[in-house]
């Protein structure tokens, strides 16, 4: 009797656990756009395919706890019912079918629940919807470059991340760059991500995007964000040493200061020569 007790108060013990860790996540979701201290939970998602990945990431936690429950609840009746004291002569059986069966069907059964969803969000991450606005991200080492095609534009600017000492209040370290990647709300942004020397990642977390920057090669992903704000990713393959300080910063706004801004771009950095050849480009088509 004594060992039946000995053997279910660990299992009681992490369930309580489990439970109060989920608790505590809940409490502790993260801040909009960017990491918050002490967050265990994933960064708040404001695009539908950041919807798609959370909730995705939410069953898949509660099946690995259910079948981590399930495995610990059969490992404590073994060490309780047949250890050699409660079960002196052990059974010699070898096979039964019915069991055999089930730990054959069961597996399978949850391999297809998680492959269901999975390949949906896949497909919604991979087809790209009819998009409004295109940027290229280009990788550098170690900084962004942003080219804005010649229906936006047509001009191109760096994204250099600002230095510890000269942070504004709000703007987090490592996090904030100088010149932000401006984008409107609620349309759908076609993003073309390339780099310009070695490997790098196009990764924003409140967006559900994370690609490669791959040298000589053009991949491609989207988002349509669903609030305003600034949203910040870092460079997500390691690419150097200058790898932690190339963030990138995202600022959704709406269609006015997007139009506001886009004009106020297009001169800014139309004085950089690469401005002026993507504008010749962009007249002689
Ligand atoms: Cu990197």
């Not at 019912?81 to 010699?92: H, I, W």
């Not at 391999?111 to 896949?122: C, D, E, K």
């Not at 709000?170 to 409107?184: I, S, Y």
């Not at 106020?264 to 004085?271: D, E, G, N, S, V």
Request: proline share 6%; charged share 15%; glycine share 6%.
């Amino acid at each position: 009797m004594r060992i039946e007790r000995a053997g279910f108060r660990p299992a009681i013990t992490m369930l309580a656990a489990i439970v109060a860790i989920g608790i505590a996540s809940t409490a502790m979701a993260a801040g909009i756009g960017q990491p918050e201290e002490w967050q265990i939970d994933l960064q708040q998602m404001v695009t539908p395919v950041g919807h798609g990945i959370a909730s995705f990431h939410t069953w898949l936690v509660w099946l690995i706890t259910l079948i981590s429950l399930f495995v610990l609840a059969l490992l404590a009746v073994i060490v309780v019912r047949f250890n050699e004291r409660a079960n002196p002569t052990p059974s010699r059986t070898t096979h039964n079918t019915l069991l055999e069966v089930a730990w054959t069907v069961v597996p399978v059964l949850i391999l297809i629940a998680i492959a269901i969803p999975s390949f949906r969000l896949l497909r919604e991450q991979l087809v790209i919807p009819a998009h409004d606005v295109v940027v290229k991200a280009t990788g550098n080492s170690w900084y962004w470059s942003y080219e804005y095609p010649a229906d936006q534009g047509g001009f191109r600017f760096e994204s250099n991340m600002i230095p510890e000492t000269e942070l504004k209040p709000g703007q987090p370290r490592l996090l904030a760059a100088d010149n932000e990647m401006v984008v409107p709300v609620n349309k759908v942004v076609r993003v073309q991500v390339t780099a310009a020397d070695v490997l790098h990642n196009f990764a924003v977390p409140s967006f559900g995007v994370r690609i490669d920057a791959v040298p000589g090669r053009l991949n491609e992903t989207w988002f349509r964000a669903e609030r305003e704000g600034i949203y910040y990713g870092q460079c997500s393959e390691l690419c150097g040493n200058g790898h932690p300080y190339m963030p990138i910063n995202v600022r959704v706004v709406n269609e006015q200061d997007y139009a506001a801004w886009l004009t106020q771009a297009k001169q800014k950095f139309a004085r950089s020569g690469d401005g002026r050849a993507l504008q010749l480009a962009a007249n002689q088509q």
